[in-house]
């Protein structure tokens, strides 16, 4: 898995490019979803920045992949490690906020977004279910 320094826009970026594809493909809902909070922006990506991102995350989760699909190299270790990544309370928030709305996107909560969720729950202590209830705060502003 490549380097990003913690708390950076790539980093950020990683997390919500796991949560798209941990159902095992990305829909385009998720995207324009993202693409109404103004994701890339808020957290101080290029424009169309996301996009290298989510194919770096693929490519090394591709080259890491023994058998299974790509969502089935998405495990505890990796998940707590790409979480550590990002320790900054305010990005953690916009990286809360983007995930919900990318889960939420299809109407579809897979196993794969619960379970990035879940983690996010476990380390960075926050309740995912109330997230998803709440209107994102970058939608607020």
Do not use: F
Not at 51 to 79: F, K, M, N, R, W
Not at 116 to 131: E, F, G, N, P, S
Request: charged share 25%.
């Amino acid at each position: 898995m490549r380097h990003y320094p913690r708390n950076s826009p790539e980093a950020a970026a990683r997390l919500l490019a796991l949560c798209m594809v941990a159902d095992g493909h990305v829909c385009k809902s998720e995207v324009e979803a993202l693409r109404r909070l103004g994701i890339e922006a808020e957290l101080g990506l290029p424009p169309d920045g996301l996009g290298p991102v989510l194919q770096t995350l693929c490519e090394d989760l591709l080259s890491e992949q023994t058998s299974g699909s790509l969502s089935a190299c998405i495990d505890d270790s990796l998940l707590e490690a790409l979480l550590r990544d990002v320790d900054d309370p305010a990005l953690q928030r916009k990286v809360i906020d983007a995930m919900a709305a990318t889960a939420a996107a299809d109407g579809h909560l897979s196993d794969g977004e619960q379970q990035v969720l879940q983690a996010m729950q476990r380390d960075w202590r926050v309740d995912w279910r109330a997230v998803l209830a709440q209107e994102p705060l970058m939608a607020r502003a």
